[in-house]
């Protein structure tokens, strides 16, 4: 037994010696939490960096994609005011081109200036009228076969003349024109003559101002006198218009009424074209 314990006894000095070393060589076991300790918190650290390191980036990207998506909607505004831009610009010149039309008849007579449609005389209603049908409209329908002369009834005369000077108007039917250019009432059949091919020496319209308000047009229109060129159809003549009118035009749902013409104060900086 005695011998038993010695052995017991060597035994557990062996062990604590080895433990003793090995404690040394590797550490104890509460060495071995501290060290798991550090290591996570080293992990911690490495984590808080890497999110630290992330969230700029993170910002950077989102930025980017808010520039990219700014310049986007820039771009698209841009375009969008552009063809807007010249949407209008279109819109005016079409819009310039049919009043210049709607009042060529007008300007061919060289009315003479009015406030209101009551204080037109009759011949030049007719006369602008007639013109009307001659420039802007199928004069098919009044030609006489093997003939070179047109058949206008009145009706579609007081018909045109309403078109310029609105509905509220009437005419007293009777022969107009100069000697140039006549238009032969027949009241037996209730028309006028008038001849297919009718060229004129006299002014023609265009508008060198345009203003706007409440559907009341307000235009310069300058009055280009005749020419040799123009007579014979050639283009790209230039001339200066002769004198400048001012013309007030109604528009509601696309017709027009002339409601007026007067002198106009305008004065051109440049020659017109």
């Known amino acids: 037994m005695t011998k038993k314990k010695r052995e017991n006894a060597a035994d557990s000095a062996s062990r604590g ?9 590797f550490g104890t076991l509460e060495s071995d939490t501290e ?11 490495t984590e808080n960096e890497v999110a630290a ?3 700029p980036r993170r910002f950077f990207f989102i930025f980017a994609v808010f520039v990219i998506i700014m310049a986007i909607v820039g771009c698209f505004s841009t375009v969008r005011f552009a063809v807007d831009c010249t949407g209008n610009l279109m819109d005016n010149t079409s819009l310039k081109n049919e009043f210049a039309q709607f009042i060529f008849p007008v300007v061919i007579n060289d009315i003479p200036t009015f406030e209101n449609t009551s204080e ?22 009044y030609e006489s076969e093997g003939m070179m002369g047109l058949t206008i009834p009145e009706y579609d005369v007081l ?31 209730h028309t006028y003559s ?28 300058g009055y280009l006198p005749p020419s040799v060129a123009a007579v014979a159809g050639i283009s790209g003549m230039e001339t200066s218009p002769e004198k400048y009118m001012e013309y007030t035009i109604s528009r509601w749902e696309g017709k027009n009424t002339l409601l007026s013409v007067k002198y106009s104060d305008y004065t051109p900086q440049t020659s017109e074209s």
């Not at 037109?120 to 004069?139: E, G, H, Q, V, Y």
Request: net charge negative; aromatic share 6%.
């Open 159 to 189: 018909a045109s003349c309403r078109e310029i000077f609105g509905s509220s108007v009437t005419l007293e039917h009777q022969t107009v024109g100069s000697a140039e250019v006549r238009f032969v009432y027949d009241e037996e059949n």
């Open 35 to 45: 060290i798991e300790s550090n290591i996570a918190e080293l992990g911690a650290e």
């Open 53 to 55: 390191e992330t969230k």
């Open 120 to 141: 037109l005389r009759n011949t030049a209603m007719l006369n602008s009228a007639i013109w009307n049908i001659l420039i802007n409209k199928d004069t098919s329908p």
């Open 17 to 25: 010696a080895d433990g003793a070393v090995i404690n040394q060589l």
């Open 194 to 221: 008038a001849s297919k091919n009718t060229r004129y020496l006299t002014y023609s319209p265009v508008i060198i101002d345009m203003n706007e308000s409440q559907g009341i047009y307000t235009l310069t229109v």
